[in-house]
């Protein structure tokens, strides 16, 4: 590897396979990997003469002296990527160094358990909830660091929609009233069970910060174990912390003072609610502003989404095709959560492009934009965008199967960028090994093999027997509310024509 010429406080450091010259970071520049090839490289970004295409985007945010690059947030998905017991393995380690390499401001682990035995929600998830996990936490906090971004995780607990116990005891819910399925052992929680899952969250919490976590995000939305709490429709309890809206913030609030209380001043601690849950007899709009304004004592960040997980309206916390006309869901209860609060907003929700984003925030509507489904469909989405290359983004298609993964218990994946979680681009053979290649059959498939094989060196014929390529997509875009997808056909059309291979 090179050393850094710059007149910085750079210093070498090695985590796993990944190595690096990394410190303050006005020498991103300089970070290299092994290889030599560039991780994070200001200058092959456009950086330095693209950033004033959004200007509010690309404004940095310091909040308790955690200065955020930019106002981008990576939002928290589901990956699966740990070992089977939580651990951070090296399958975690990179993929959370791809993120990072996405050019977002942080990165958020998602959905991570405050409880990672008996009543964790999947396999592989990331386990916060031991001393042991610390040193490879401690490893994913500096991989994302050393890659250009701060991390965070999303701390949550399923409550009713926990996996039952392996010993057959019943699951320890809000209101035995209301299980999330009729034949579910359920049990309506006592002081004990609220006290012991207030101490987990604000362990956790502490956990992550000793791990060299600068952030951490509480989970209050789609139905998670604090926003059941919060929901008339999961909260019928008849103490205080049952009935009136006031008391059903009660709990949730006592968890979030004592996560702060644990952290202390120098962790930012991000919230995510639900702006409204879109389930009969659920949370409204005034309800989940009233907690907002409350809880803001305590966090410092409040992130604006909506819906259920466990109901139909999960296409509104995960929107997918269906959901039409495609555009955000959330920017105008943002708008409206930003009016009465003193801390910065999040959204989420279908926010697809940076100009999208640059105009949330220029607007006023919100000070933070999150996405993920749009990193996944193309990781260079932030490069290409400031290099005013918009045409070459492959475009999500909101199929979802990122998140059906998870339904499984299988890790995250793409239907439509084969690389997602793959850092570096893609190397050429040597010459020597350069072939001339016939690809059969101009479908996504084909076209996908095509394109790759110019960017190896070959030479590359593409036969398609039809007046057009696309295969069986042209026939799947023709059902109207597919406009996403008909989107990705007209993009991979685009770029096969233009990637050097001959179409015959």
Wanted: glycine fraction near 8%; hydrophobic fraction near 35%.
């Amino acid at each position: 590897m090179q050393k850094c010429n710059k007149l910085c406080r750079c210093g070498y450091t090695s985590i796993s396979k990944w190595a690096f010259y990394i410190a303050s970071s006005d020498c991103y520049t300089h970070s290299k990997s092994e290889d030599n090839n560039v991780i994070f490289d200001n200058e092959s970004w456009g950086m330095s003469m693209n950033q004033n295409l959004y200007p509010h985007l690309f404004q940095p945010l310091t909040i308790r002296g955690v200065t955020l690059k930019n106002r981008l947030e990576y939002a928290p998905t589901v990956v699966l990527k740990c070992n089977a017991d939580g651990t951070v393995g090296q399958d975690m380690l990179d993929f959370m160094a791809w993120q990072a390499q996405t050019g977002a401001g942080w990165v958020t682990v998602g959905d991570t358990p405050v409880t990672h035995d008996k009543t964790s929600h999947w396999l592989c998830e990331m386990n916060v909830c031991d001393d042991d996990c610390i040193h490879g936490m401690n490893a994913l906090a500096e991989v994302c660091r050393q890659n250009g971004a701060e991390i965070s995780a999303e701390l949550a607990y399923a409550g009713r929609g926990n996996r039952a116990p392996q010993d057959g005891s019943p699951i320890a819910i809000v209101s035995a009233e209301r299980p999330l399925n009729p034949e579910d052992n359920v049990r309506t929680m006592n002081r004990q069970d609220m006290d012991e899952m207030k101490a987990h969250y604000a362990d956790c919490a502490l956990r992550c910060k000793h791990a060299g976590f600068r952030m951490v995000m509480i989970h209050c939305a789609h139905q998670n174990f604090l926003a059941q709490w919060l929901s008339p429709a999961s909260n019928v309890r008849t103490d205080e912390y049952g009935g009136s809206p006031e008391n059903r913030r009660r709990y949730p609030l006592e968890v979030l003072k004592a996560v702060r209380e644990a952290v202390g001043e120098d962790m930012v601690i991000e919230m995510r609610v639900s702006a409204v849950e879109g389930i009969p007899g659920g949370m409204e709009f005034e309800e989940s502003l009233a907690f907002m304004k409350e809880a803001q004592e305590y966090v410092d960040i409040v992130h604006v989404s909506q819906g259920s997980i466990f109901h139909l309206s999960a296409r509104y916390c995960i929107p997918t095709y269906f959901r039409e006309p495609h555009k955000p869901l959330n920017v105008d209860y943002a708008a409206e959560v930003k009016k009465h609060l003193h801390v910065p907003v999040a959204v989420v929700g279908m926010i697809t492009t940076l100009e999208q984003a640059e105009e949330i925030i220029a607007s006023g509507k919100a000070d933070i934009v999150a996405m993920a489904k749009s990193f996944m469909a193309d990781g260079d989405i932030v490069r290409k965008s400031l290099r005013a290359q918009q045409e070459e983004i492959r475009p999500c298609t909101r199929c979802d199967l990122c998140g059906n993964a998870n339904t499984w218990g299988t890790n995250m994946s793409c239907a439509i960028n084969p690389r997602c979680g793959v850092s570096g681009q893609i190397q050429p053979v040597s010459e020597n090994e350069r072939k001339k290649v016939m690809v059969i059959g101009g479908g996504p498939a084909g076209m996908m093999a095509a394109q790759t094989l110019v960017q190896r060196g070959h030479s590359v014929k593409l036969y398609e027997k039809s007046y057009r390529l696309g295969g069986l997509l042209n026939d799947a875009c023709l059902v109207p509310f597919k406009t996403l997808m008909r989107e990705y056909l007209d993009w991979d059309i685009r770029e096969t024509g233009k990637c050097g291979a001959e179409i015959c």
